[in-house]
């Protein structure tokens, strides 16, 4: 019998595991060199019929289980060995290692127990538990099944925005914006595939939502088929997205004004020089006629007083005849006339040629001081052809507006959208009324006012919220590109520090209001 328990001894004895077996009176009759080791128990204590009871009070007396009297401590432990039923758990001895203790009753009585080193598990396991609570991402792992929550990081719960004693007991699938979206996910995964990154929409506690990147991989935790999941908070990435492609539309746009600016200032010069030209001959034959007429007027009674019988009758008469055949009179009335309109026609020419060129003048891109009735006054004078026939334009231009540190490339941009935008709307009415568009300009504490005002056809109260958007427009297919007044925003308020509102009452028109701070 004691070669038998020599061999058990020798061959447990190869084991990391510490092992002890207890008799029914709670004596060791069994143990092997790891339980010594692992426990730092004196060999001369630790021999067969050595009673639990000195082992208890040995590891007392010198602090095993912590501050406490030492024979209220063995009394505890002995009185739950007696009930010899199965127990597992950690203690941590004052050197810092952790050894987790199992012991199983014996059908014959007494208790058989194991002893096993897991203080680098624990450390393993407590230095990933710290990189997964300090990680920016979310973790979280979930049963298949029902998507009940088994652990989270704090991380989690703030982008939820709750508290983890608020995200405890709940459903992953409560945390998904749309209904479903999780069971398409899970589906996959399930099948033993990973899912990488995947742009999923989440919904906060509170109602709003976020954009995540969601990687999911399958596992097993306590015993369960479950999910560990990394969620990505990439809502600043998306937004920061939106104003790089915001940025990029603008950036299209200045590009195409630029352009178009340069065509129009060439076309300008080119107008400009014939127009110079046309208007000086102008001039001329104006001078010339008016000199002509004033010798016609002095000659013709003259020839009224010729006789009609003499030498020179033929060519009284060929004058007389040839003065009704080119109808002289109407001539000398409709000939200055004439000339006074080509003139003003060719002023106004040289007006739009000199609008057209100041206003799409491309400039340094920086501010300056400018005049805003003045700029107003060139967009009216380009954006004619879109207003004159469905509208008369009024202005009240405040005689005294200080001048604005703007960039007047930009602001006459947003001008003309406005005014534009206004012609339109009259458009729509289809003739139902005249047009009038209004166009206000004052200071007001300490603030440059412009209003532009028309009485077409209103912004309807469904369309009011989105007026500001990216290519929203509730023109027709072709005609309105849904930028113009984005762009127009973003231009006052973000480059400019300024405001731009507008009140419209549906059927009855709509006033659009810009406030630029002077200083």
Not at 33 to 41: A, G, H, K, N, S
Not at 44 to 60: K, Q
Not at 104 to 132: H, W
Not at 206 to 230: E, H, K, N, V
């Amino acid at each position: 019998m004691n070669d038998l328990v020599d061999i058990a001894r020798d061959a447990f004895g190869h084991l990391t595991q510490g092992i002890s077996v207890l008799d029914r009176n709670l004596k060791l009759v069994f143990y092997n060199r790891q339980f010594i080791d692992l426990l730092e128990l004196p060999a001369a204590l630790v021999r067969v019929g050595t009673s639990l009871e000195t082992l208890l009070r040995y590891n007392a007396e010198r602090g095993e289980y912590g501050p406490g009297d030492p024979e209220s401590q063995v009394r505890e432990r002995m009185d739950l060995a007696r009930q010899f039923t199965a127990h597992s758990f950690l203690r941590e001895r004052p050197s810092g290692e952790i050894i987790q203790i199992d012991g199983n009753p014996m059908s014959s009585g007494g208790f058989v127990t194991t002893y096993t080193d897991i203080t680098e598990k624990v450390q393993r396991e407590a230095f990933l538990e710290r990189i997964i609570e300090v990680s920016p991402a979310g973790f979280g792992i979930s049963a298949v099944e029902d998507g009940r929550l088994f652990f989270f990081n704090a991380r989690l719960a703030e982008m939820f925005g709750m508290t983890m004693q608020q995200m405890a007991g709940l459903k992953s699938n409560q945390l998904y914006a749309r209904p479903g979206s999780r069971d398409e996910i899970v589906q996959r995964a399930s099948r033993g595939k990973p899912v990488h990154d995947r742009e999923t929409l989440f919904q906060r506690r509170d109602g709003s939502t976020f954009c995540g990147l969601l990687s999911l991989s399958p596992t097993t935790y306590q015993g369960r088929p479950c999910l560990f999941a990394w969620v990505y908070d990439i809502s600043s990435l998306k937004s920061a997205q939106e104003a790089q492609a915001e940025l990029q539309r603008e950036l299209h746009q200045a590009q195409k004004l630029e352009a178009t600016g340069q065509l129009a200032a060439g076309i300008a010069h080119e107008i400009n020089t014939p127009a110079q030209y046309v208007m000086d001959n102008l001039k001329f034959l104006a001078g010339a006629q008016r000199e002509i007429g004033s010798l016609l007027q002095r000659v013709l009674p003259l020839l009224d007083t010729l006789p009609r019988e003499g030498p020179d009758s033929a060519l009284l008469e060929q004058v007389s005849r040839t003065r009704e055949e080119i109808e002289l009179d109407y001539l000398l009335e409709e000939i200055p006339m004439a000339i006074e309109q080509s003139l003003q026609g060719i002023g106004d020419i040289a007006s739009i040629v000199k609008a057209m060129k100041e206003f799409s003048h491309p400039g340094e891109g920086d501010m300056a001081l400018t005049d805003i009735n003045r700029l107003l006054q060139n967009t009216l004078t380009v954006s004619r052809n879109e207003w004159k026939s469905l509208a008369t334009v009024s202005t009240e231009l405040a005689p005294d507006l200080p001048l604005v540190s703007c960039n007047g490339g930009e602001l006459g941009q947003v001008l003309l959208n406005l005014v534009v935008n206004a012609a339109h709307a009259i458009a729509a009415l289809d003739g139902q009324r005249p047009g009038l568009i209004r166009i206000r300009t004052l200071y007001r504490d300490g603030q440059l006012v412009v209003e532009i005002e028309d009485n077409g056809i209103g912004i309807p109260e469904a369309h009011r919220e989105k007026i500001f958007e990216p290519f929203f427009t509730t023109k027709e297919v072709g005609r309105g590109t849904g930028q113009g007044l984005s762009i127009s925003r973003h231009i006052v308020v973000n480059k400019h520090a300024g405001e731009i509102d507008f009140r419209s009452r549906e059927g009855e028109g709509t006033c659009f209001t810009l406030q630029l701070p002077v200083n």
